[in-house]
């Protein structure tokens, strides 16, 4: 039983960084990189549908992104749907792709995406310790309830503790190279 309490703790710790991951690669460092789209919708005849499901994102240079809509029809409204996010781009619309030029960040901006970073990386520990406060109190109510000895529930929270502190310093990684990507010019 302890197995499972460690083994449920360990998967909502990798999902925790698996969130973070993800919120990290939506946060825009003045490299282009598709992904900034993923949260721009379209509506595509009535439908609400994602950019990246009616285009193909390239990115032929660092400081440009490329999109080439499966259907031409739809060039404006990507047009307008970019404007309208607060990436703050400008795309330009030849006829054929959507240009979308990457400005570098200015200083004061860079400060503020490694702000934003801080605070993904402080909501993922603070995952990772719920996931541990949980094991810990499952761990004390089997103990309590004589399922499991005393020596079982401290080693088990022992080994929870082990894992936080692993996910918490890969948590700490994740941060450091973010923000070395970010305010690198």
């Known amino acids: 039983m302890p197995d499972v309490i460690i083994r ?47 285009a193909g994102v390239s990115t032929p240079e660092p400081q440009l992104l490329v999109i080439s809509p499966y259907d031409k029809s739809i060039m ?4 307008k749907a ?15 792709v959507i240009r979308v030029p990457f400005p570098a960040p200015t200083e004061e901006r860079r400060r503020e995406l490694v702000k934003l970073c801080h605070n993904y990386a402080e909501q993922a520990r603070v995952a990772v310790r719920n996931a541990r ?18 020596d079982d529930a401290r080693r088990g929270e022992a080994e929870v503790q082990k894992k936080t502190d692993s996910y918490i310093k890969d948590i700490d990684d994740l941060l450091k ?8 010019v």
Do not use: C
């Open 177 to 184: 190279r973010k923000e070395q990507e970010i305010m690198e």
């Open 8 to 54: 449920t703790a360990d998967e909502r710790m990798k999902k925790a960084i698996a969130a973070l991951s993800h919120e990290f690669s939506s946060v825009r460092t003045g490299r282009a990189a598709g992904a900034i789209f993923e949260k721009i919708t379209i509506d595509y005849y009535g439908a609400p549908t994602p950019l990246l499901q009616l």
């Open 133 to 150: 406060r949980d094991a810990n109190d499952s761990f004390k109510k089997q103990e309590k309830d004589g399922d499991i000895g005393q």
């Open 82 to 96: 970019i404007l309208a996010s607060d990436l703050g781009l400008n795309p330009s619309n030849d006829g054929a």
């Open 76 to 79: 404006g409204a990507i047009e």
